[in-house]
């Protein structure tokens, strides 16, 4: 069966980075988009980052060009996103999720999420 | 980028009652690609409608979604004790993000 495991909980303080990774499993990797959603203490979801295992650049949302990283790992079926100068309005939950096999499709499998907590 | 507009925001209603759920685009969304999910407190959400129209896997009938161009609707024909949760709709037609809606609690009155 289709799963997405995200790493543990972060504590970060202001200005610093965090990497948060997602480990797909019960299908093949390269096949299927994947992308990185966030969502704020009791607000909304918010797109963050798309990418293309099988290879290619990934795609960010425009508010955090140049904060956000995404990256893969085709040897473990990994995936990476990683956010840099990280400010209070960061803490969120960070979901990865599986796209399809084309670009444009929905998200069918979700990871469990990963609490990022920025405080001084 | 497409903004998506949910209503209500709230919508309080008792188990066996019928809900309507609206989600109205800026622009048109390309091919339906207007989606629903699903999210429970503490939980990641759940697909339940791709296409506009397509229930995904393993979500029951009473779910209906309709719509195309800039008006969508999620229904549930039936509310059972296990639907009151979060809806979001999301459309994934534009390149390269997608956009989600603000959500609707459909609460339990």
């Known amino acids: 069966q289709v799963q997405l495991v995200q790493s543990g909980a972060e504590v970060k303080k202001p200005g610093a980075s965090v990497k948060v990774s997602c480990k797909a499993s019960?299908?093949?990797?390269?096949?299927?988009?994947m992308h990185w959603v966030r969502q704020a203490p009791g607000q909304g979801l918010e797109w963050m980052a798309i990418i293309n295992p099988s290879g290619g650049s990934p795609s960010y949302a425009q508010k955090l060009q140049g904060r956000v990283t995404m990256t893969r790992d085709t040897s473990t079926s990994t995936v990476y996103m990683e956010l840099s100068s990280l400010r209070s309005e960061d803490t969120a939950v960070y979901y990865c999720a599986r796209g399809g096999v084309r670009r444009n499709t929905p998200f069918d499998y979700w990871g469990q999420g990963t609490l990022v907590t920025v405080s001084s | 980028e497409i903004v998506l507009t949910q209503s209500p925001g709230t919508l309080s209603l008792s188990p066996g009652e019928r809900a309507t759920l609206s989600c109205r685009a800026s622009?048109?969304?390309?091919?339906?690609?207007l989606a629903w999910y699903q999210q429970k407190p503490g939980q990641a959400p759940r697909l339940l409608i791709y296409?506009?129209?397509s229930r995904a896997t393993g979500i029951p009938d009473r779910f209906t979604g309709s719509g195309s161009g800039t008006d969508f609707t999620l229904t549930v024909s039936r509310l059972e004790p296990e639907d009151f949760a979060v809806y979001y709709c999301q459309q994934y037609g534009s390149s390269p993000a997608c956009t989600f809606g603000q959500g609707t609690k459909l609460e339990i009155k």
């Open positions: 622009q048109s969304v390309s091919s339906s690609y």
């Open positions: 019960g299908y093949t990797f390269t096949n299927y988009y």
């Open positions: 296409g506009a129209s």
